[in-house]
């Protein structure tokens, strides 16, 4: 019986997926039509932002079923192989019933929020939409996905009744996780239910230690695998509850939900997560691969050159380093091993080549990070264009020298083949003048960077289909990885920003900029501190994680040394992006491992170790001469 039910929960939350990307598409079109009928007919659609804010939000919601049965929600993985599998499982059952509670959180104010819009009817600025229908629509799918949260909470219910014989025989450490687990979700359900009086009698009611307090609670959710946007919705909703009552606690779970659902801003999410999809589907990845190939190919080191080219160009497109080293990766690796090319400058060139998505504009983590700092993200983008250029150049310079120091590291110069350039060219230039357009609009002022997302989606989807690549089923595929990823996101986007009201209540940031003052520490000193932070924090989290629990403290801190919130969002995706190739974590150095089974993982981090080099050298050029960040944007603005 249950195994029925879970079918039809997984066949409605499909649909329900499909239905969600179809409205963001739909709204991509409703967007791009308005930019013609703007620019070239004279003329705007009226209520334009009023649709796709209400259409989106709606598309958003009906993603969550889907995130929800497969188990989609972010977790951090980093103690799993240390926690042993009881431990794992147990701790898993509690962080289902974490994100339940967060999920019925949600529905239930969404939902107090219909009855009091419908009563009150509220409707839309410009065109007069009634707002109560589709705050319904986001209850329905929300509810639908609190409800298809206990199938994964009944399975683990089962695996915990089956291992939970053997549980008294577990380690010593095992024992300590599942510990720190159940303290964890009693600390969450007293802080939520009990208003005060327990926290009043542990400690004294002082916002900033509420906070610290907090803000450990929510890292310990995060090491012990807690579906990370949900402990942090309970966090910063206990603690909000604590410092002005249940009442205006509540009022904003569901204030903050809504605005960020139906937010025109953060619609650049979701359309940027399309774009990379539809790009990664179309091909775009092999034909910039062929493009720097044979532009660069016939150089000693040539391909790894190449490689360096195509993950700028299709970072650009994907705005994720990951999904750049890996797709770039199963693309590239295989032709430098057929040339002789060594495992190092291999490995190496790829993994560095995709840390290059993430500050390659348009960037999803330069979107995140001014939607938390609420600084332009025009500005972020265009900001972005000379450290770009800089490591670039840095990774090129890096390889050039390789090669110099060890030729056997890279075969003599390839001969280009008759035609080879031609042919490559025919086949990028759809995706170039894509890039062209998208990016040129951007920096020229021609269309906003939530319009350029919406041609840059539809483009992309135009271009694959097109290309024969999106039968029935690829398209299907495609529809429901992105719902998946929104949903994800948008999770963490709710969470954090509740949790980043929070930390702004009790005032954490301004005591710490004072206590830091007091020392007498120079502005450096702190930058420097946040930069070693970050770097470790990077080895074992992505950025999205890092942002959403770290960017709440650490920003205004550097507001109160005077420092420019658009410098340091290109200086920490950068200092996050060196992370992601140190060891002993690296993340992209385990994704080329995944690519290149083959390669000792030792092979990898000596592969990457010169490329740190480059990126550190960027880095300290970035943050002492802040005007190689600071000046396009001035220019420009």
């Not at 001969?415 to 230039?429: D, N, V, Y």
């Not at 509740?498 to 007498?520: D, H, S």
């Not at 960017?551 to 420019?564: R, S, T, Y």
């Not at 995706?573 to 083959?598: R, S």
């Amino acid at each position: 019986m249950l195994d029925l039910i879970e079918r039809w929960g997984t066949a409605v939350s499909r649909c329900l997926a499909l239905v969600s990307t179809a409205s963001l598409l739909s709204v991509a079109l409703l967007v791009c039509v308005e930019i013609i009928a703007r620019s070239v007919l004279g003329f705007s659609l009226i209520g334009v932002a009023d649709i796709a804010g209400l259409v989106v939000a709606v598309g958003i919601a009906a993603a969550f079923p889907i995130v929800t049965m497969q188990r989609g929600h972010l977790v951090i993985e980093l103690l799993h192989n240390q926690m042993g599998e009881k431990a794992v499982i147990f701790v898993r059952f509690l962080g289902g019933w974490v994100l339940f509670f967060a999920l019925a959180l949600l529905t239930w104010r969404i939902g107090m929020n219909a009855v009091e819009f419908g009563q009150q009817d509220a409707t839309t600025e410009v065109i007069d939409l009634p707002y109560s229908p589709f705050l319904w629509a986001i209850t329905l799918f929300m509810g639908l996905a609190t409800a298809l949260q206990l199938f994964p909470i009944v399975r683990d219910a089962l695996d915990v009744r089956e291992t939970w014989h053997t549980a008294t025989k577990a380690g010593t450490q095992t024992k300590l996780y599942v510990l720190a687990a159940l303290l964890a979700i009693l600390f969450l359900l007293i802080a939520i239910f009990d208003r005060g009086e327990i926290i009043d009698w542990l400690f004294p009611k002082s916002p900033v230690l509420i906070a610290v307090i907090f803000f450990a609670a929510v890292w310990i959710s995060a090491m012990l695998m807690f579906p990370l946007g949900a402990a942090m919705l309970l966090t910063g909703f206990a603690g909000i509850g604590i410092l002005l009552g249940s009442s205006p606690a509540l009022s904003l779970v569901a204030t903050r939900a809504i605005e960020f659902l139906a937010s025109d801003i953060l619609l650049i999410i979701p359309l940027f997560l399309l774009m990379g999809t539809f790009a990664q589907t179309a091909g775009l990845s092999s034909d910039m691969y062929r493009l720097a190939h044979a532009l660069l190919g016939y150089f000693q080191g040539g391909l790894a050159l190449a490689t360096v080219a195509a993950c700028a160009g299709f970072g650009a497109m994907t705005g994720s380093s990951m999904a750049t080293s890996l797709t770039i990766g199963q693309a590239a690796y295989p032709e430098m091993r057929r040339y002789g090319y060594s495992e190092d400058l291999s490995t190496g060139s790829i993994a560095a080549g995709g840390t290059l998505g993430a500050i390659v504009p348009p960037s999803g983590v330069l979107v995140l990070y001014a939607i938390l700092t609420e600084v332009s993200i025009g500005a972020l983008f265009i900001a972005a264009a000379i450290p770009a250029i800089i490591v670039i150049l840095l990774f090129i310079f890096t390889i050039m020298i390789q090669v110099r120091l060890q030729p056997a590291a890279a075969p003599a110069a390839i001969a280009r083949q008759p035609g080879e350039l031609i042919a490559a060219i025919k086949g990028i230039w759809p995706s170039l003048g894509l890039i062209v357009v998208v990016l040129g609009g951007i920096y020229a002022g021609i269309f906003t960077v939530t319009e350029a997302a919406s041609v840059g989606a539809l483009g992309t989807f135009t271009l694959a289909w097109a290309r024969g690549r999106l039968g029935n089923e690829a398209l299907k595929t495609v529809m429901i990885e992105t719902a998946e990823r929104t949903a994800m996101v948008y999770a963490l986007i709710i969470g954090g920003s509740i949790f980043a009201f929070f930390i702004g209540l009790t005032q954490l940031p301004v005591e710490a900029t004072n206590l830091l003052n007091n020392f007498n520490l120079p502005g450096l000193s702190v930058v420097a501190l946040a930069l070693v932070i970050y770097i470790l924090l990077g080895m074992v989290m992505g950025a999205y994680e890092i942002m959403i629990i770290t960017v709440p403290v650490i920003a205004p801190i550097l507001v109160g040394f005077n420092f420019d919130l658009v410098w340091w969002g290109i200086i920490m995706v950068m200092v996050v992006e060196i992370g992601l190739l140190t060891p002993p974590f690296g993340m992209n150095c385990f994704i080329i491992k995944a690519v290149a089974a083959d390669v000792p993982l030792s092979k990898v981090f000596k592969g990457v170790t010169p490329f740190i080099i480059a990126h550190i050298i960027a880095l300290a050029l970035l943050v002492l001469f802040p005007s190689l960040v600071l000046w396009l944007p001035g220019v420009l603005r």
